[in-house]
């Protein structure tokens, strides 16, 4: 029995053995797939905007350069301890943007003066309230101080633009005014702080100006440009979709790669905040590659806004697609079929031909004419539908379709609002004359301006919308 | 003549002097309107809501109250200079809602810990390595640390919840390891910031949650149901707005008071930001109030989701109204208006029923008669269709009513997936059994489980809203 009993624990512990080792290996297995899976998120998101990988080798610059006032003996005994604020500034400051980083650095450093020497002024007056009336004074001055301009980051203006700076106020004012009770050399400490937090500034600006930059304001022109483009896609390849699946009367399996461009409008729906911010940023920047020192930033606000009214139509339209892909041919289709199709399609191209406008920055006239047909289109439409009422034999059956034909009118009158809006635009930021050509020559003579990666493909592409245009 | 002279320069010195008088006068007079409008303003945003001023005297109550540390002798022998990181943290850590303040608090207590740890250490393996190559591995150390955390700042995931502390993470290390260099009681020192940190973060968490908190989660609820409410609003008028509209055949002006329910679902469009950062905030949150430890916060975002869906649509039907004013009333509108204006009006109902399911965390079985009616309002919208087509006479006049009319099906749709999205809500949150008379006994019994100023009225709210909805 006790053989048998040293058996069965052999056995037992031989099982847990086991057990613990095939766990184990799950386990290794478990996290090497989640080590895997993170090296290839990571190398993901380095790939989407290549960009990033560049922003953190600069920010590593700029941390490890300033913290060479600690190494450097001449340097350390100059500003001592407070070497710590360049080191504090560099981290707090450093943004992905040069605006967001200009923005920070003013703010800090108007914010530092300025509460610096407000605060050597309370102490100085708290001082003559004697020892025991001083740390009260002070202490009311803090109180007020950091309520006021707690309250004064409700204003939207000044939570837009001015929200770091207020931040900066408060703690530098409450660290000035407290720690002058104790310092004596408060002065000398004040300067010592400021410089180092100017150093720190300075050395997050030069940085991120002159290696690599990443300009906000390029970043916004480009995401409108986008952003048209997308609706753009969405509306050329929308009539077809539409009228292609009601045709056959049954759902058509397409690859979801294929459809992408009817799914990318959904980012413009929520890109307000992004747009808003970026404009923000984007004022704060000196001029730079194409744009000039007062680039109007707000205009592109406003044709970010009637893009995403349009996405609004466009979600609607969308959901037509979806809901309505098991109705028969009709009668009454087939008459506004091509109306509509057309309408669709030439909206899409002038919307195309706009955000191409916007890229290369040329005045918006080669839009014109796709907004023409696209009005030409409409009455088509007008003319189709007063006929139609014979054809039709069931309303039930018409209205999704005369539903997707009263929206895509909608949609027009969009786009002539954003063309109004992109010569606006062009108008006060002197876009030069459209080349009916699709080549700029100034493309082609000084690509090396932006000290871009890709510098002739954007003319290429150019000419690629123009075949599009031509040949469909 | 010299008399002539003299008179004239007396008489142009009193020109210039009344002239820089009125200046002078008009300067203060302008800066007074200035002055008085900003007072204003001010006076608005804090009426608009009035917790922004209870948040600003907590600011400064919190810093007033660490800097104490400085006038206070004893704590300040224990402290020294470090006080003022306790100062520094509640100036960056303060924030409006207990949410944000928490999630701050303890990215910048646990980042401080682990980077002021991995610097000591890094500082000592440096120590090793000679005095020639102890700044070079060090600087090495922080380049390498700095770029990982900025890089992994991009990541959806951190940005969202960790942001601040993988800010804090590089400052402290960076600082930390760098000044170890120098400073040999390095370990005393990183206690001593370490400490103050925590007074600092405890004392804002201490603030924030026992004087009157903001709680985000509670924000993301009434957010959530006043978006609801909005569009219910909207809807619940609709139908009469836009045959009214019709019927006279004119624009009827009407104070933009009495329209405000027209647009108050603009806000509805954008707010998804703001939900994100409520319910992320509101995950940091321990149970208060009405919400558990383990409130699904998640289902907010997927009702909002669907909220700001519906509000697409919403946004159509409102350009309805805007552009269809001048038609005359036809009899294919009179055969739809009946059952459109009653489909628009109960599903504006039932989002106004589970809006205030969602206020009054009741499960939304009130709702679910006002979607039957509504889809009963639909099959009699689709017979009338069926009759309507022998009394069209013209397909342009009848496109725009066809066109809300499909608007308001796919409307009521959305009406249906909100209450789906809500069930879930509740069943997950553990909703109480609605209380058909519209007075939950809880409500009435445990008015002060809030602390709510106003105890009695959610339960008038909801008695209203159901007179409402029995007399139309």
Same mark, same amino acid.
């Given at each position: 029995?006790?053989?048998e009993?040293? +058996? &069965? ?25 989640k080590? *895997? ?13 290549? %960009? ?14 300033v ?11 100059g ?5 710590m ?10 943004e ?20 610096g ?5 309370a ?12 740390p ?20 939207? %203006? ?17 660290l000035? &005014?407290?720690? +002058? ?10 300067? =010592?702080?400021?410089? @180092? ?10 940085i991120?100006i ?18 048209? /483009?997308k609706?753009?896609?969405? *509306?050329? +390849? ?8 009601? $045709?056959?009367?049954?759902?058509q ?9 009817? =799914? ?8 307000? @905040? ?8 984007a004022s ?15 205009h592109?606000?406003t044709?970010?806004?009637?893009? %995403? ?14 809901t309505?892909?098991?109705?028969a041919?009709? $009668? ?11 309408? &669709?399609s ?12 916007i890229k $290369?920055m ?8 796709? *907004?023409?047909? &696209? ?33 895509l009118v909608? @949609?027009?009158?969009?786009?002539e ?9 062009s108008d ?7 080349d ?5 020559? /100034?493309? =082609? ?9 890709r ?11 123009? /075949?599009?245009? /031509?040949?469909?």
């Open positions: 029995m006790q053989t009993e040293i +058996g &069965s624990e052999m056995q037992l512990s031989t099982g847990i053995f086991s057990c613990l080792c095939g766990w184990f290996k799950a386990l290794i297995g478990k996290y090497k797939d080590v *895997l899976e993170l090296a290839k998120y990571t190398k993901k998101i380095g790939k989407d905007d290549p %960009r990033r990988v560049i922003h953190s080798l600069k920010v590593g610059l700029a941390l490890t350069f913290s060479l006032f600690y190494y450097t003996r001449p340097l350390y005994d500003f001592g301890i407070s070497a604020w360049a080191v504090l500034t560099v981290v707090v400051v450093f992905f943007s040069v605006g967001a980083t200009l923005s920070k650095s003013l703010n800090r450093g108007f914010a530092t003066f300025l509460a020497a407000l605060g050597v002024g102490q100085h007056v708290a001082s003559f309230s004697g020892e025991k009336g001083e009260f004074l002070l202490g009311t001055f803090v109180f007020l101080l950091a309520a006021a301009s707690a309250f004064s980051r409700f204003f939207p %203006r000044i939570k837009a633009r001015y929200d770091y700076g207020v931040l900066i106020f408060i703690l530098t004012f409450s000035v &005014s407290v720690s +002058g009770y104790h310092v004596e050399k408060i002065l000398k400490l004040a300067n =010592q702080r400021l410089s @180092t937090i100017l150093i720190g500034g300075a050395t997050c600006i030069v991120s002159f290696i690599c930059p990443v300009w906000a304001g390029e970043d916004l022109h480009n995401l409108v440009a986008h952003n048209l /483009e609706l753009g896609s969405f *509306l050329e +390849g929308f009539g077809d979709e539409y009228f292609r699946i009601s $045709e056959s009367g049954e759902i399996v397409v690859s979801k790669e294929d459809k992408s461009f009817l =799914q990318a409008y959904k980012s413009v729906l929520n890109s307000k @905040t992004t747009e808003e911010s970026l404009a923000n940023f704060w920047e000196p001029r730079h590659g194409r744009f000039g020192f007062r680039h109007p930033w707000k592109y606000l044709i970010a806004t009637l893009i %995403r009214q349009s996405a609004y139509r466009v979600e609607a339209l969308n959901n037509y697609i979806n309505n892909q098991s109705q041919q009709s $009668e009454f289709r087939r008459k506004i079929q091509d109306p509509c199709t057309k309408m &669709s030439e909206s899409g191209k002038a919307l195309k031909a706009l955000a191409s406008a $290369e040329n005045q918006p006239s080669l839009a014109s004419p796709f *907004l023409a047909n &696209s009005k030409t289109a409409m009455n088509d439409l007008r003319t189709a539908l007063q006929g139609a009422l014979s054809d039709a034999t069931d309303l039930l059956e018409i209205i999704p379709d005369a539903t997707v034909a009263s929206i909608e @949609t027009v009158s969009f786009v609002k954003i063309l109004e809006a992109v010569t606006e635009l006060s930021a002197n876009f030069k004359p459209a009916p050509l699709g080549i700029s020559m /100034e493309k =082609q003579v000084v690509p090396c301006n932006r000290g871009s990666v510098p002739i493909s954007d003319g290429d592409i150019v000419i690629t919308i123009h /075949e599009k245009h /031509e040949s469909k």
